[in-house]
């Protein structure tokens, strides 16, 4: 499953700049993740950084963009060769 940033962001800019795959921006209010780069740090960490460093814990999973973990290392694998 991808990661999603709720609206209780407070675009600290801590998520950004831990998240291997590039997944995170600055988006027009709040810091996004594109869930074509999210991986949840399979491949790379064995929890999701943003979520780690999150001071307000908002950051969940996409219930829109449900992954099993072979799913996520595919994709992780994918993201590698590009």
């Not at 064995?46 to 950051?59: G, L």
């Not at 999973?61 to 973990?69: C, G, I, R, V």
Request: charged fraction near 25%; charge should be negative.
């Amino acid at each position: 499953m991808a990661l999603l940033i709720t609206d209780e962001c407070i675009n600290c800019d801590v998520c950004e700049p831990v998240c291997p795959n590039n997944a995170i921006y600055q988006g027009e209010e709040i810091y996004e993740i594109d869930p074509d780069f999210c991986t949840e740090c399979v491949g790379h960490f064995d929890e999701p950084q943003c979520q780690t460093v999150c001071p307000v814990d908002c950051i969940p999973l996409d219930p829109n963009h449900a992954e099993s973990q072979d799913e996520l290392r595919a994709k992780y694998i994918a993201i590698q060769q590009l």
